[in-house]
């Protein structure tokens, strides 16, 4: 299957930034459509921002936007998500996820593995 690991998150002040990264190995990585979401405590997984196989078709919630960039380098195997402008209500665990096809979205049933979740946490 394609493993996931996230690397990337700690303590930030409001209006700061972080840069979260997953590293995917598997033979199929570089035409899965990858995602990223966040949870926090008692709250549903939210979904965040995604990417496709490409990288031509890029996904953001309304409340990320214009705030986070979501890239990939498939030559690495890796996906990105920068984070700027920080908010307090941005702390959560972020997860990493890759879906099951060459396509991504904001449906979190698209995706097959994940990661085991990064903590971010924003002061204010």
């Known amino acids: 299957q394609v493993q996931l690991v996230e690397s990337g998150g700690g303590l930030v002040q409001a209006g700061g930034s972080l840069r979260l990264s997953c590293a995917a190995s598997g033979r199929t990585f570089s035409r899965n459509g990858m995602g990223w979401f966040r949870q926090a405590p008692g709250k549903e997984r939210e979904f965040v921002a995604a990417i496709n196989w490409s990288g031509l078709s890029i996904y953001y919630a309304d409340s990320v936007k214009g705030r986070f960039t979501i890239t990939r380098d498939n030559a690495k195997n890796t996906v990105y998500l920068q984070m700027n402008s920080l908010k307090p209500e941005d702390t959560a665990v972020y997860y990493c996820?890759?879906?099951?096809?060459?396509?991504?979205?904001?449906?979190?049933?698209?995706?097959?593995?994940w990661g085991q979740g990064t903590q971010v946490t924003v002061s204010s």
């Open positions: 996820a890759a879906a099951g096809s060459v396509v991504a979205g904001p449906d979190h049933g698209n995706y097959d593995y």
